[in-house]
């Protein structure tokens, strides 16, 4: 749905979905005969389903408020490869995201000024389709490793912070900016190796200013 209110200075829109994929492909090391191997496999059966709203609003003639919402609740209905990871969140996908922006735009004598000002959070995410499980060593026998510990496959929810000035002509525009201003350290993705006793950590960008 998408509606207007307030006198036009109200934006609503919205969406409910509910999505069955089939073969999901999913990338993992995987302990093998022959060593660690990097596989692109199949999850059988997942499901997705959940709400997305979203807002702005016209504060006044230069001020506006955007805002956003979405929740997913994610399921693996079955997965062939590893069977006992049935019932567990679909990997990559986070419970809910949010994020609030403030936005000024101004005429200064004929030229443009901007600023934007956001905000976005996102929860806690697993990054496998193995989570709490602990695989016993017994399913990897004659492969020379011990029990696997998948519980570090799930990362913490971060928010970042994002900052923007601009100016601008018909001809021209210049901008400076910062990317997560406030420096958070957060974890972007995790590639677990866990039979093989590690992960592959990608740590998200630092404060990034232009």
């Known amino acids: 749905f998408n509606t207007t209110?307030?006198?036009?200075?109200?934006?609503?829109?919205?969406?409910?979905?509910?999505?069955?994929?089939?073969?999901?492909?999913?990338?993992?090391?995987?302990?093998?005969?022959?060593?660690?191997?990097?596989?692109?496999?199949?999850?059988?059966?997942?499901t997705l389903k959940g709400f997305?709203?979203?807002?702005?609003?016209?504060?006044?003639?230069?001020?506006?408020?955007?805002g956003g919402y979405s929740a997913i609740d994610s399921e693996i209905d079955k997965n062939t490869i590893r069977p006992y990871t049935k019932g567990n969140d679909v990997p990559n996908a986070a419970d809910f995201t949010a994020n609030a922006a403030l936005q000024y735009v101004k005429d200064i004598d004929g030229l443009e000024f901007t600023a934007w000002l956001e905000y976005a959070y996102q929860w806690d995410m697993w990054f496998?389709?193995?989570q709490d499980d602990l695989v016993p060593a017994t399913l990897f026998e004659g492969f020379g490793v011990g029990d696997a510990d998948f519980s570090k496959t799930?990362?913490?929810?971060?928010?970042?912070?994002?900052?923007?000035?601009?100016?601008?002509?018909?001809?021209?525009?210049?901008?400076?900016?910062?990317?997560?201003?406030?420096?958070?350290?957060?974890?972007a993705e995790v590639i677990t190796a866990a039979e093989f006793g590690g992960a592959?950590?990608?740590?998200?960008?630092?404060?990034?200013?232009g």
């Open 52 to 66: 997305e709203l979203g807002a702005a609003y016209q504060i006044t003639d230069e001020l506006s408020l955007v």
């Open 5 to 46: 209110l307030a006198d036009g200075r109200l934006n609503v829109n919205g969406a409910i979905f509910h999505t069955e994929v089939d073969d999901m492909q999913f990338f993992e090391f995987f302990v093998s005969p022959f060593g660690l191997s990097r596989v692109v496999e199949n999850i059988d059966e997942v």
């Open 128 to 130: 496998h389709t193995v």
């Open 154 to 187: 799930q990362v913490d929810g971060y928010g970042i912070t994002n900052l923007r000035f601009g100016l601008s002509s018909e001809t021209w525009k210049v901008a400076v900016f910062a990317r997560n201003l406030l420096d958070e350290d957060y974890v």
């Open 200 to 209: 592959f950590i990608h740590p998200g960008a630092a404060r990034t200013a």
